[in-house]
């Protein structure tokens, strides 16, 4: 989980990441971003958004770290999780930091 959160804000953004971050990974993979409010992607269980305490914001002079490469396989995916969302940048976030998770290690997808 530890590369999903270090590459959160490079994925998705600095607005998003001020309003949405990584929680944990469930047993079945869903990743728990937690978000100022809730909303679920309608037929896509495996990326919900559930109410719940966000970070302090980053300092302006931190150095964003880059997020892990995707192979082709885990962009397709990711970008599939994230068809259903109707508006085009958030769906296009999403899909990057869903794939940035999925190129992280799966022994570093828990907290």
């Not at 990974?25 to 409010?37: A, E, P, W």
């Not at 919900?48 to 302090?56: I, S």
Request: charged residues 25%.
């Amino acid at each position: 989980m530890s590369e999903t959160t270090a590459a959160w804000s490079a994925a998705v953004g600095p607005d998003i990441a001020r309003n949405a971050w990584p929680a944990r990974f469930q047993r079945d993979g869903t990743l728990i971003v937690h978000t100022q409010d809730s909303g679920r992607l309608p037929g896509r269980p495996q990326l919900k958004f559930v109410p719940g305490p966000l970070p302090e914001p980053a300092a302006p002079d931190e150095a964003v770290p880059e997020p892990p490469a995707a192979t082709l396989a885990e962009e397709r995916q990711a970008a599939e999780w994230a068809s259903s969302i109707e508006d085009e940048e958030l769906r296009e976030a999403v899909a990057r930091a869903a794939a940035a998770s999925l190129a992280a290690r799966p022994d570093d997808r828990r907290f």
